[in-house]
């Protein structure tokens, strides 16, 4: 780190110490790595130096990859790493979200009741999983630091620190204020405003029985809910247009009177496309 007038900076750098595996090859930065390593030269502790140059550099924050069922297991047992309380950090880090009987089985409730569903490996919200999550973040019912603050509740009543009463009354305050916190929510009822229209980018997309359709008539994107034999769900209608990829559809008919399984796809403009699921190895598609 250092100082320069009233501005801090910080530098970060990887120095070899012993080359390793890498002394096989000779390879010491990484040449998959977007940002390869950086050495920083050496600089003594409270000297003053001049500087050379400086330049603005602009760059992206990369989103967090998407999580796996393994990655979100994972999450959940060494939960609380953004909590700011070191002593409800340390608490959820030792517990976790769940336990180990039930961590599995809260993760295939989000499938049941379609607020997650599988893209290959990954897990991918769906349009009503993302309302849910929409509705309820700021709320206390979503709050990480108090399932914190209940583990390090319990580690003082284990420890003899608290009576167990206190805890049971704090529970009882709890359930009631989060009850009356989302029976006072205001649910939008025209769910349409949510889903801009994947072609012209601009308006948004109004849900009919027969399609939904862009709003601009000179747009006039519109996708059939009745494809192939099969009517669209107000759900699957409103994943597509969030994820511009449907649930995987099954039992669609065919012109020849044969049964397939498929998603619908959007690509830039708005088309639809079909896109297959692989078939299973020594089995043949219909």
Same mark, same amino acid.
């Given at each position: 780190k250092a100082r320069s007038r009233e501005f801090l900076f910080s530098a970060r750098g990887v120095d070899v110490?012993?080359?390793?595996?890498?002394?096989?090859?000779?390879?010491?930065?990484?040449?998959?790595?977007?940002e390869p390593e950086i050495s920083l030269p050496y600089v003594e502790t409270g000297k003053k130096y001049t500087v050379q140059s400086a330049q603005l550099l602009e760059k992206q924050t990369k989103p967090k990859p998407l999580h796996t069922e393994a990655s979100l297991l994972s999450a959940m047992e060494h939960g609380g790493k953004e909590l700011e309380?070191?002593?409800e950090?340390?608490?959820?880090?030792?517990?976790?979200?769940?336990?180990?009987?039930?961590?599995?089985?809260?993760?295939?409730?989000?499938f049941s009741r379609d607020y997650i569903e599988r893209q290959k490996k990954s897990l991918i919200p769906t349009a009503k999983g993302l309302k849910v999550y929409e509705a309820v973040k700021e709320k206390r019912i979503a709050d990480v630091a108090m399932t914190g603050m209940?583990?390090?509740?319990? =580690?003082?009543?284990?420890?003899?620190?608290?009576?167990?009463? %206190? /805890? &049971?009354?704090? *529970?009882?305050?709890?359930?009631?204020?989060?009850?009356?916190?989302?029976?006072a929510m205001d649910f939008p009822q025209d769910e349409n405003n949510f889903f801009v229209?994947?072609?012209?980018?601009?308006?948004?997309?109004?849900?009919?029985?027969?399609?939904?359709?862009?709003?601009?008539?000179?747009c006039n994107?519109?996708?059939?809910?009745?494809?192939?034999?099969?009517?669209?769900?107000?759900?699957?209608?409103?994943?597509?247009?969030?994820?511009?990829?449907?649930? =995987?559809?099954?039992?669609?008919?065919?012109?020849?009177?044969? %049964? /397939? &399984?498929?998603? *619908?796809v959007l690509d830039d403009e708005g088309?639809?496309?079909?896109e297959f699921p692989a078939s299973p190895k020594g089995k043949r598609r219909k």
């Open positions: 110490i012993e080359a390793g595996w890498r002394a096989v090859n000779g390879m010491f930065n990484n040449e998959n790595s977007e309380n070191e002593d950090r340390k608490a959820i880090r030792e517990s976790g979200i769940g336990t180990p009987a039930t961590r599995a089985s809260i993760i295939e409730t989000l209940w583990e390090n509740t319990l =580690l003082k009543i284990e420890n003899g620190e608290i009576p167990f009463e %206190t /805890f &049971d009354k704090s *529970i009882a305050i709890y359930a009631k204020q989060i009850t009356e916190e989302l029976l229209c994947p072609k012209c980018q601009k308006t948004t997309v109004k849900l009919f029985d027969k399609v939904a359709k862009c709003s601009d008539d000179v994107w519109l996708l059939f809910r009745n494809i192939c034999g099969k009517t669209l769900s107000k759900i699957e209608v409103m994943t597509i247009l969030t994820n511009k990829k449907s649930p =995987l559809l099954k039992n669609l008919k065919s012109k020849a009177g044969k %049964t /397939f &399984d498929a998603y *619908i088309k639809m496309e079909f």
